[in-house]
């Protein structure tokens, strides 16, 4: 078992439910409904939308959501359509979105290689002009917190009744984060999980971006439409697909369809 499999249990889900309550969660909504522009009739794809906490706060069809969790998705399917698959191998058609949102580092889980597959198909079901939102920890706010603390550094978090103790450790050769959580429910010890993460800088995203088709439109540093700054929590970029791949990647693929031959 991989620790994603691992780390998104009930407990994990219940933890959601009080740390990105629905305040939360309906601002989130709101920043997303913005910036892709979503509405009624035109559609956006959850990727990774777990047990749909932004889903329940969009227009009622403008959102499809999809994740590998069939026990999450039996309530986020309340809020709209959803389909069970690998968001590393996207079960749709061709233009088939007007845009995708990707939230709380699930960019970022399964590492570069992955997560540039994930954005060429991304690339593919988002039809020309549509958007793509990217929400991702601020790797230079982390790398900041690097050089003063050193690789490894200890942090309280605390949501509802849990209280959940932290130890991160940071490898900056790699940009890999490995976070030990131990869980603490109403003074009970629930155990431990580990989070694993690739984090990106904003120059990185851009490049990854623009290798398959999308121009960054916007940066934010939070939901609240704050400017990303080098000292914000998060890096959200809005993207626009700029009507097809580039032409660095249709080079790759000749060059690869080619050697094939050989």
């Known amino acids: 078992m991989s620790w994603i499999e691992e780390f998104f249990d009930d407990i994990y889900l219940d933890f959601m439910m009080h740390y990105r309550g629905g305040e ?18 035109v559609r956006a794809l959850d990727v990774a939308c777990g047990h749909g906490r932004h889903m329940a706060h969009l227009p009622r069809d403008s959102a499809v959501g999809v994740d590998i969790n069939i026990q999450y998705l039996k309530t986020a399917k309340k809020f709209g359509d959803v389909i069970q698959a690998d968001v590393r191998n996207l079960p749709f058609r061709r233009n088939a979105f007007h845009g995708a949102y990707i939230m709380h580092s699930t960019f970022g889980m399964f590492g570069e290689e992955v997560e540039m597959e994930l954005l060429t198909w991304l690339s593919g079901v988002i039809k020309p002009g549509g958007r793509l939102l990217i929400d991702v920890a601020n790797k230079e706010k982390i790398e900041d917190i690097y050089a003063s603390l050193g690789e490894v550094w200890n942090f309280w978090i605390s949501a509802g009744p849990y209280r959940v103790l932290s130890t991160a450790y940071y490898n900056p050769l790699t940009s890999r984060i490995r976070e030990v959580r131990h869980i603490y429910r109403a003074g009970q010890y629930l155990g431990e999980r580990t989070l694993e993460l690739t984090l990106y ?3 990185e995203l851009r490049i990854m971006l623009s290798s398959v088709g999308f121009v960054i439109e916007e940066v934010y540093g939070d939901f609240n439409g704050e400017k990303y700054r080098r000292q914000s929590d998060r890096i959200i970029v809005v993207a626009v697909k700029t009507g097809g791949v580039s032409r660095t990647l249709k080079h790759a693929v000749e060059w690869a369809s080619e050697n094939r031959q050989i």
Do not use: H, M, N
């Open 24 to 41: 939360i969660s309906r601002a989130e909504a709101l920043f997303i409904q913005k910036a892709l522009k979503a509405e009624p009739g």
């Open 201 to 203: 800088s904003l120059g």
